[in-house]
């Protein structure tokens, strides 16, 4: 806190509740969910009426990849359009959410194992936008980012995520927005209309995926390249992995686990979702 006036506005505006905000990992898929009404978009509006009402929101992106740890913290982030060959509607597309400095700052005070910056140049990328604004349509609640450092360990995302966990207690949501099944170099572009398709290696891998999700083995998941060939394929680059790892990080056990839209799209990717709490 930078302030007694920072302190004072966080302990009005987010009280400890007595219920824990339930932790989200979200497979975003393609952007043009953001605009569409299908199956994964339904179930997020599903949860955003199903989740009590949260206080505020923060999103780890795979989308945002930086050197360090940054937070937004400005009054009205913008819509990010980071992403190019897709219809002019969605370009359009405007997520007029508020920013919360002063959760902002707080986040940053909280985390002692390395410096958060306050960002004031990023906004909501898609990995944000798409999934929130069929959460919650009216943009009344406050929106953060929180960036990947993308030089550090997988590890080192897990350990910083679990001193966000008092936030959970303040009426924050927490989503870690990626996909588990994410090469895009080999996915089957005449199978993305097909309903559930995915290569032998990536229902193998997903499934494993969700089997160490549903037994608790965080440590297997955080060492993912010792999971076989499929989990190579599965994870040629790690940013959209890494938010699955900051979910991890911040529940505890016997936690109740819930899997939603559990399809794999053109063959190399998944959408599988995991709500705990």
């Known amino acids: 806190m930078n302030n007694l006036a920072d302190f004072r506005k966080m302990t009005e505006e987010f009280p400890e509740r007595g219920d824990l905000m339930p932790v989200l990992f979200v497979g975003h898929g393609s952007p043009m969910n953001g605009i569409e009404n299908n199956l994964f978009s339904r179930y997020w509006e599903k949860l955003g009426k199903e989740i009590p009402e949260p206080n505020a929101v923060l999103v780890i992106s795979a989308h945002w990849l930086s050197r360090g740890t ?10 990010i359009h980071d992403f190019a060959g897709f219809p002019k509607a969605l370009s359009e597309v405007e997520y007029p959410a508020p920013g919360h400095p002063t959760l902002a700052r707080h986040l940053a005070g909280m985390i002692e194992s390395t410096q958060v910056g306050l960002d004031h140049d990023w906004g909501l990328d898609h990995g944000t936008w798409t999934v929130v604004r069929h959460m919650y349509p009216n943009a009344h609640i406050p929106v953060l ?37 994410h090469n895009l170099r080999m996915v089957a572009w005449d199978k993305l209309g097909t309903n559930d398709y995915g290569f032998d290696w990536a229902n193998t891998i997903n499934d494993k995926f969700k089997s160490l999700i549903a037994n608790g083995d965080h440590k297997a998941l955080i060492q993912y390249d010792k999971l076989g060939e499929e989990a190579i394929l599965a994870i040629p680059t790690p940013d959209h992995y890494f938010p699955l790892l900051y979910t991890l990080g911040l529940v505890k056990n016997k936690e109740e686990v819930t899997f939603f839209n559990d399809k794999a799209v053109g063959g190399s990717l998944t959408m599988t979702s995991v709500k705990w709490g």
Do not use: C, F, W
């Not at 960036?147 to 009426?171: F, M, N, T, V, W």
């Open 145 to 181: 980012q929180l960036s990947i450092d993308y030089y550090q360990s997988p590890q080192y995302h897990y350990e910083l995520a679990k001193e966000l966990y008092h936030l959970r207690k303040k009426g924050v949501l927490i989503i870690g927005s990626g996909n588990m099944v």
């Open 70 to 79: 940054h937070v937004t913290a400005m009054e009205q982030p913008r819509t």
